[in-house]
């Protein structure tokens, strides 16, 4: 983890996306892709086909130690304790106050039969092991809110594994297809939010059925040194079915589509988990967890602004703070805008009080001073076709 | 769609903005756009917020704001004037924008009330060099 505050942290991909016209900005303290050519094309091809994604900056925690899954569920807002190997959770993690310190994955994979001193871990380490990816912004911190709740004398540990390591997301309809075509495993083959370890292109990797644009497809964690091998191999499969890489522009237009919130946007540690709407995620029936009273209160208080889904009329996208009113008064404000590539109109989230959350309420969104009206619509605002 | 103006006939703001200076009846008329490079950079532009006529725009500050998927961006005029024509196709057809943005992906035209502003701004070449 870079100390020094000014440092950039290359992926293992940054050269090739340098060296195949990524348009690089700073993420995070990483250098990162944000598009190639354009926009909204690598948001349609992601649709359509498959976008191939760098998402090497998530932080990628290893955590061993005996009953070390009964300790994260002690964490999370959801249940992770026997939770089968195999099987991926969305979880929130939240602070004693039920803020929201960052939305994370929870893997329990079976570890491969393989000898040490490979990549992910191997029987060595255990029979399955239990990994945490978090994102970038909340590496540091969450590394630290881990390893203080670990209860002295337990030999649970925390391994940061996230720069020897590479994450690509493969999305879209024609995704599984591909890595299917070059790997021991078929995603298909997986249920959602489940994964394994198996080899692509003869290289051991975590496989999963997870993402994060809405579609179908996979997420693959591998080996820093063999990463860029891969990346290109996948990029010029994807290329001939009519997709390709895509950077966070689209990945952002295309979570906002499928109602996925953000981190910094969505949700912050000023916003209590009840707020979120995710209660999918949330589960306080039966379990204890840091922060489970407050996230209790505020359900029950329901006094707290809540989530929503906003479609604005016109063209004109509004963006993060624009305020959100009713007859001149300020009732809450957006957190994500954007066009849609795919509805062709602008959609937005944000966090207005409960007596005005419902859907079909009319609003009004203050873009630079000028009035739009816009409708609280459910989200997402676009699922995929079912198959 | 071939232009009529070449780029080394406009003048250019570090902003990005391009004016082309005529003759009309004895007043300077400006045609105002955004530059190829601007175009380029802002990538994927999806809205535009123009000025309504005889609105009065000032050097160096924003006449309007051009939307892409990611971001909002101000359009500063790089002279002091008045709007007396707006480019009313232009929000609904933002792809000329990067056909033709010196011909048909013209903004405004103000009328001059100050031509001050013109020396500041830059001829394409040394432009050109700013943007490489």
Same mark, same amino acid.
């Given at each position: 983890?870079?100390?020094?505050?000014?440092?950039?942290?290359?992926?293992?991909?940054?050269?090739?996306?340098e060296?195949?016209?990524?348009?690089?900005?700073?993420?995070?303290?990483?250098?990162?892709?944000?598009?190639?050519?354009?926009?909204?094309?690598?948001?349609?091809?992601?649709?359509?086909?498959?976008?191939?994604?760098?998402?090497?900056?998530?932080?990628?925690?290893?955590?061993?130690?005996?009953?070390?899954g009964?300790?994260?569920?002690?964490?999370?807002?959801?249940?992770?304790?026997?939770?089968?190997?195999?099987?991926?959770?969305?979880?929130l993690?939240?602070?004693?106050?039920?803020?929201?310190?960052?939305?994370?994955?929870?893997?329990h994979?079976?570890?491969?039969?393989?000898?040490?001193?490979?990549?992910?871990?191997?029987?060595?380490?255990?029979?399955?092991?239990?990994?945490?990816?978090?994102?970038a912004?909340?590496?540091?911190?969450?590394?630290?809110?881990?390893?203080?709740?670990i209860?002295?004398?337990?030999?649970?540990?925390?391994?940061?594994?996230?720069?020897?390591?590479?994450?690509?997301?493969?999305?879209?309809?024609?995704?599984?297809?591909?890595?299917?075509?070059?790997?021991?495993?078929?995603?298909?083959?997986?249920?959602?939010?489940?994964?394994?370890?198996?080899?692509?292109d003869?290289?051991?990797?975590?496989?999963?059925?997870?993402?994060?644009?809405?579609?179908?497809?996979?997420?693959l964690?591998?080996?820093?040194?063999?990463?860029?091998?891969?990346?290109?191999?996948?990029?010029?499969? *994807?290329? !001939?079915?009519?997709?390709?890489?895509?950077?966070?522009?689209? /990945?952002?237009? =295309?979570?906002l +589509?499928?109602?996925? #919130?953000?981190?910094?946007?969505?949700?912050?540690?000023?916003?209590?988990?009840?707020?979120?709407?995710l209660?999918?995620?949330?589960?306080?029936?039966g379990?204890?967890?840091?922060?489970?009273? *407050?996230? !209790?209160k505020?359900?029950?208080?329901?006094?707290?602004?809540? /989530?929503?889904? =906003?479609?604005? +009329?016109?063209?004109? #996208?509004?963006?993060?703070?624009?305020?959100?009113?009713?007859?001149?008064?300020?009732?809450?404000?957006?957190?994500?805008?954007?066009?849609?590539?795919?509805?062709?109109?602008?959609?937005?989230? *944000?966090?207005?009080?409960?007596?005005?959350?419902?859907?079909?309420?009319?609003?009004?969104?203050?873009?630079?001073?000028?009035?739009?009206?816009?409708t609280?619509v459910?989200?997402?605002?676009?699922?995929?076709?079912?198959? | 769609?071939?232009?009529?103006?070449?780029?080394?006939?406009?003048?250019?703001?570090?902003?990005?903005?391009?004016i082309?200076v005529?003759?009309?009846?004895?007043?300077?008329?400006?045609?105002?756009?955004?530059?190829?490079?601007?175009?380029?950079?802002?990538?994927?532009?999806?809205?535009?917020?123009?000025?309504?006529?005889?609105?009065?725009?000032e050097?160096?500050?924003?006449?309007?704001?051009?939307?892409s998927?990611?971001a909002?961006s101000?359009?500063?005029?790089p002279?002091?004037?008045?709007?007396?024509?707006?480019?009313?196709?232009?929000?609904?057809?933002?792809?000329?924008?990067?056909?033709?943005?010196?011909?048909?992906?013209?903004?405004?035209?103000?009328?001059?009330?100050?031509?001050?502003?013109l020396a500041?701004?830059?001829?394409?070449?040394?432009?050109?060099?700013?943007?490489?």
């Amino acid at each position: 983890m870079p100390t020094d505050k000014t440092a950039i942290t290359h992926t293992p991909l940054s050269d090739w996306h340098e060296n195949n016209g990524g348009r690089m900005v700073d993420f995070a303290g990483w250098s990162m892709p944000v598009q190639y050519q354009s926009v909204i094309q690598e948001h349609h091809q992601t649709r359509n086909s498959v976008g191939v994604f760098d998402v090497s900056h998530m932080g990628r925690f290893f955590f061993y130690g005996t009953n070390v899954g009964q300790w994260i569920d002690g964490l999370m807002t959801r249940r992770i304790a026997g939770v089968d190997a195999g099987k991926i959770r969305y979880s929130l993690v939240t602070n004693e106050d039920g803020m929201i310190l960052d939305d994370v994955l929870v893997y329990h994979l079976d570890c491969h039969p393989e000898d040490a001193d490979t990549f992910p871990p191997t029987e060595a380490d255990g029979k399955s092991f239990y990994m945490v990816v978090v994102n970038a912004g909340n590496r540091e911190k969450l590394a630290n809110w881990f390893r203080s709740h670990i209860p002295d004398g337990s030999g649970i540990r925390l391994d940061d594994r996230t720069e020897e390591s590479a994450m690509i997301a493969v999305q879209g309809p024609k995704a599984n297809g591909i890595i299917a075509s070059m790997a021991t495993l078929d995603p298909e083959s997986l249920a959602y939010y489940t994964g394994a370890v198996a080899k692509i292109d003869d290289q051991w990797a975590i496989v999963s059925r997870t993402g994060y644009t809405g579609e179908d497809g996979c997420e693959l964690i591998l080996n820093a040194s063999v990463a860029e091998s891969l990346w290109s191999k996948i990029a010029e499969e *994807a290329q !001939a079915v009519g997709g390709g890489v895509s950077g966070l522009a689209a /990945r952002d237009t =295309l979570r906002l +589509e499928a109602g996925m #919130p953000l981190y910094g946007h969505e949700l912050s540690e000023q916003i209590n988990a009840a707020s979120t709407g995710l209660n999918f995620a949330i589960n306080t029936k039966g379990r204890t967890f840091c922060g489970d009273l *407050a996230i !209790a209160k505020s359900k029950e208080a329901a006094t707290d602004p809540v /989530r929503v889904g =906003l479609e604005l +009329e016109g063209r004109r #996208p509004a963006r993060e703070g624009c305020p959100v009113l009713v007859d001149q008064m300020h009732i809450g404000e957006l957190t994500s805008g954007t066009l849609s590539p795919t509805l062709e109109k602008p959609i937005a989230m *944000a966090y207005l009080s409960p007596e005005f959350s419902t859907v079909g309420t009319k609003v009004e969104v203050d873009i630079r001073g000028k009035t739009h009206a816009a409708t609280v619509v459910a989200l997402p605002f676009y699922q995929r076709p079912k198959s | 769609m071939e232009s009529q103006v070449k780029p080394e006939e406009l003048l250019f703001a570090e902003s990005h903005e391009w004016i082309h200076v005529t003759d009309v009846d004895g007043e300077k008329i400006g045609t105002i756009g955004i530059s190829a490079h601007a175009v380029e950079a802002l990538s994927d532009v999806v809205y535009m917020e123009l000025p309504e006529v005889g609105a009065t725009v000032e050097r160096e500050q924003s006449f309007g704001e051009v939307e892409s998927v990611k971001a909002t961006s101000d359009l500063f005029s790089p002279v002091d004037g008045e709007v007396v024509e707006i480019n009313a196709t232009l929000p609904d057809n933002l792809e000329v924008l990067n056909s033709d943005p010196y011909g048909a992906g013209w903004i405004i035209k103000v009328k001059l009330t100050d031509d001050q502003g013109l020396a500041k701004l830059l001829e394409y070449s040394a432009y050109e060099s700013q943007c490489s």
